[in-house]
């Protein structure tokens, strides 16, 4: 018997190399901005652009978000 906890559990899409890539030049940084926005280090940014790591957690949550609003993302830079 299986008890019904009332969470939901939502699964996120990794972004790919590929999607990285074309959302951080949509975004017009370089690899060193684009992680300092990202709180990572920018050889974790190359790492997934070449598809050696997959980002996870709260950086595929994050990618994922800026993915839905590049314009957006890129209106509050500029404005910064």
Do not use: Y
Not at 5 to 24: A, M, S
Not at 61 to 70: E, F, G, I, Q
Not at 74 to 79: F, H, M, V, W
């Amino acid at each position: 018997m299986t008890r019904d906890t009332g969470l939901v559990c939502t699964l996120h899409k990794v972004p790919t190399d590929d999607e990285i890539v074309q959302l951080r030049t949509e975004l017009g940084l370089t690899q060193s901005q684009f992680a300092e926005l990202l709180g990572v280090s920018r050889h974790t940014v190359q790492s997934w652009e070449l598809n050696r790591n997959d980002p996870s957690g709260i950086a595929a949550k994050t990618l994922n978000m800026l993915k839905s609003k590049p314009r957006l993302v890129r209106r509050l830079l500029e404005a910064a």
